[in-house]
C-alpha cells in the first residue's frame, strides 16, 4: 500500500534513529546474507582501503626554487600538497615575434602540437601515451608566449619530461600534420567569423588600433590569404629562431625540484642539442620594444543571427583603449585595481556583490542606460606595455550615444573615487587572485609566466599588499596617466554611427569627457 514503509526498511531507519542516541558514530552497511544492519565505527579503516596521506603545515613551503641550467634553461617549480602534478614548458615566443613570418606562425604550431614525435608516430600515439600515464596534455599560444603543459600523477614526471621535450624539439611536421593544422585553423577562422561573441575579435581589432604594426599589434590569429604562405620550412625557420634553451622555462608545481632539475637536464637540454629543425639553417628574430601608437581600426560587418538558437539583438560592438604599463611597472598593482573597480559585464548577468554587481560600469552604465547590451573593462599587460579598454555594445542607431557613455567614464576617473568603492574593488581583487591560485594549472601558469618575464616571483601575500597599499591618488595618478594617450579605437558591425576618431580625442580631453553636440543623441 501506498505511504505503507516495508518491514525491513523500517527495521533500517529505526536502526538508525537508535544510532543517533549514542555518543559514537556509526557507518551502516547491510548484510547480505540477512539483509540486518550491521554497524562498524568511522574510526575504524575499511578493510583493504589504502593508507591515508594528510597534509602537514610544513610540507607547502609556498616558496618558488629557480635554477638556470649551463646552457640558459631556467627550471623553477613551487611545492604542493597531493598526487598529481602540472609541468611544462614556456616559451618567450609568441604572435608578437612574427613581423618577419607569415601571421599565424605560432597559432600553427600550437596546432601541431603533440602530433607526433620521434617517439611518438602521430596524435593517438602521444594521447595513449599519456592516458597511461593518468594525466592530461595541451599547448597554447598567446602573444607573447608559447605553453606546453601536462597533468599526471607525480609518481610518472620522468615519462612526462622525456614526451614534453620530444614534443617541443622533435615535432612531427609533415605534410599531413600541416594540412590538418590549415584545416582546422581555416574552421576556426570561420566559426569566428559566425558567431556573434565578440570578444575574440575586439581583443584582435583593439591591439591593432594600439600598437599599429608592431609586437602585441601583430594579429594572434592568422589571416586567410596568408594561410598557404606557412610550410615545414617556414615553421622550422621560426623553430630555430625562437625556441631556444635561453628564452625557455620548465615549470613545476607538486614536484620535487632537485628532481625536476636534474629531469630537465637529462630530456630537454639533451633534446635541445640536435633538434628536428637543425640548428644550422637561417634564422631571423625580433627583440622590438612594443610602440604604442594609438589609432582607429573599423570593420563593417553583418552577424547573421539567422542560426541562433536564442533570440539575439543586432549589435554594434565599440572599444576605447589608453595607453596603460608594463607588469612589471609599478604602476600595474593600481591598474589592476581600477579594472576591477570599472568591472561590467552584460546586461542579463546576474550575481552579488562578489560577482561585481557594484562595479563603476554595471552601476553608472548598464543599470542607467537600458539600451547598452554590455560595457566591460579590459587590462592586457605584457612585458614592455600595455593597454586599458572599455568595450561596449548596443544597436547600431546607438553607437554615438554608446562611445559618448563611455568617454564619460574616463573622464570621471581623474575626480577620484570614494573609500568605500576603492576598499570594495581591493577586496574582489584580493579575492580573486587568491581563489585562482587555489588551482595548480594556474599556480603553474603564473610561476612559469613570472620567471619567464622577470625572472622572479611574486608571492600571493606580496601582491595582497601590494593591492592593500593602492590609494585614491593612484587611482587618479594612473587614470591622468592614460588619459595623456591617444586613445585606440575599435568598432565591429555596423559602424555608421561611430563618431569621428578626432571627436573621440578631443573628448577624452575635457573634464566631463562629453563628446560635440553634434554627435549627442538626447542633448543632455
Known amino acids: 500500500m501506498a505511504g505503507r514503509m516495508s518491514r525491513s526498511a523500517g527495521r533500517y531507519y529505526r536502526s538508525l534513529r537508535k544510532s543517533f542516541s549514542t555518543s559514537s558514530c556509526l557507518s551502516y552497511v ?20 589504502p593508507k591515508p596521506i594528510y597534509a602537514e603545515s610544513a610540507s607547502e613551503t609556498f616558496q618558488t626554487m629557480t635554477s638556470k641550467l649551463n646552457n640558459g634553461l631556467t627550471v623553477t617549480s613551487q611545492p604542493k600538497f597531493g598526487t598529481f602534478c602540472t609541468v611544462g614548458i614556456l616559451i ?91 584545416e582546422s585553423i581555416n574552421y576556426e577562422l570561420d566559426e569566428l567569423d559566425k558567431k556573434p561573441d565578440p570578444e575574440p575579435m575586439m581583443t584582435e581589432l583593439i591591439h591593432e588600433a594600439g600598437f599599429r604594426g608592431n609586437t602585441v599589434g601583430l594579429p594572434k590569429y592568422p589571416q586567410a590569404e596568408t594561410l598557404h604562405q606557412i ?17 625557455m622555462v620548465v615549470a613545476g608545481v607538486g614536484v620535487d625540484h632537485d628532481e625536476l632539475v636534474a629531469l630537465s637536464e637529462k630530456y630537454v637540454s639533451a633534446a635541445a642539442k640536435s633538434p628536428s629543425w637543425s640548428l644550422d639553417g637561417a634564422r631571423e628574430s625580433d627583440a622590438s620594444v612594443a610602440q604604442y601608437t594609438g589609432g582607429e581600426v573599423k570593420v563593417q560587418k553583418h552577424f547573421d543571427l539567422s542560426m541562433s538558437v536564442v533570440p539575439m539583438p543586432e549589435l554594434a560592438h565599440v572599444s576605447i583603449g589608453m595607453e596603460s604599463v608594463k607588469f612589471t611597472d609599478t604602476n600595474f598593482v593600481p591598474f589592476a585595481v581600477l579594472n576591477m573597480l570599472m568591472g561590467g559585464g552584460g546586461s542579463f548577468s546576474a550575481g552579488g556583490p562578489g560577482k561585481g554587481m557594484f562595479s563603476r560600469l554595471y552601476l553608472n552604465v548598464l543599470n542607467r542606460h537600458h539600451w547598452m547590451y554590455a560595457a566591460t573593462a579590459y587590462h592586457h599587460s605584457y612585458d614592455d606595455g600595455g593597454l586599458f579598454c572599455i568595450q561596449g555594445s548596443a544597436h547600431p542607431s546607438q553607437l554615438r550615444e554608446c562611445v559618448h557613455v563611455i568617454t564619460q567614464e574616463f573622464a570621471k576617473l581623474t575626480n577620484g573615487i ?76 555596423d559602424v555608421k554611427q561611430l563618431p569621428d576618431y578626432e571627436d573621440i580625442e578631443n573628448a577624452l580631453t575635457r573634464p566631463d569627457g562629453k563628446l560635440p553636440k553634434k554627435f549627442r543623441l538626447f542633448g543632455r
Open 231 to 247: 610550410n615545414k620550412a617556414s615553421l622550422q625557420k621560426f623553430l630555430r629562431s625562437y625556441y631556444l634553451p635561453e628564452r
Open 418 to 493: 570614494d573609500k568605500v568603492e576603492l576598499d570594495r574593488a581591493k577586496k574582489q581583487l584580493q579575492s580573486m587572485l587568491m581563489m585562482n591560485l587555489e588551482a595548480r594549472p594556474v599556480i603553474f601558469e603564473d610561476v612559469g609566466r613570472q620567471i619567464l618575464a622577470t625572472g622572479e616571483r611574486k608571492s600571493p601575500k606580496q601582491l595582497c599588499d601590494m593591492i592593500d597599499n593602492v590609494s585614491n591618488d593612484d587611482i587618479v595618478r594612473v587614470a591622468r596617466h592614460m588619459l595623456s594617450s591617444r586613445p585606440a579605437v575599435a568598432a565591429l558591425g
Open 92 to 182: 618567450n615566443a609568441g604572435s608578437r615575434h612574427e613581423v618577419a613570418y607569415p601571421s599565424g606562425m605560432s597559432h600553427y604550431l600550437e596546432r601541431c602540437a603533440f602530433a607526433g614525435s620521434s617517439i611518438y608516430k602521430d596524435r593517438d600515439a602521444v594521447m595513449l601515451a599519456v592516458e597511461k600515464l593518468g594525466g592530461i596534455c595541451d599547448c597554447q599560444s598567446s602573444r607573447d608566449t608559447t605553453i606546453y603543459a601536462a597533468s599526471v600523477d607525480r609518481d610518472k614526471l620522468e615519462p612526462l619530461m622525456e614526451l614534453l621535450a620530444d614534443s617541443v624539439y622533435q615535432p612531427t611536421l609533415d605534410d599531413d600534420v600541416i594540412e590538418q593544422a590549415r
Open 30 to 49: 547491510e548484510s547480505p546474507a540477512n539483509g540486518d544492519v550491521m554497524t562498524t565505527p568511522l574510526s575504524v579503516p575499511l578493510r583493504d582501503s
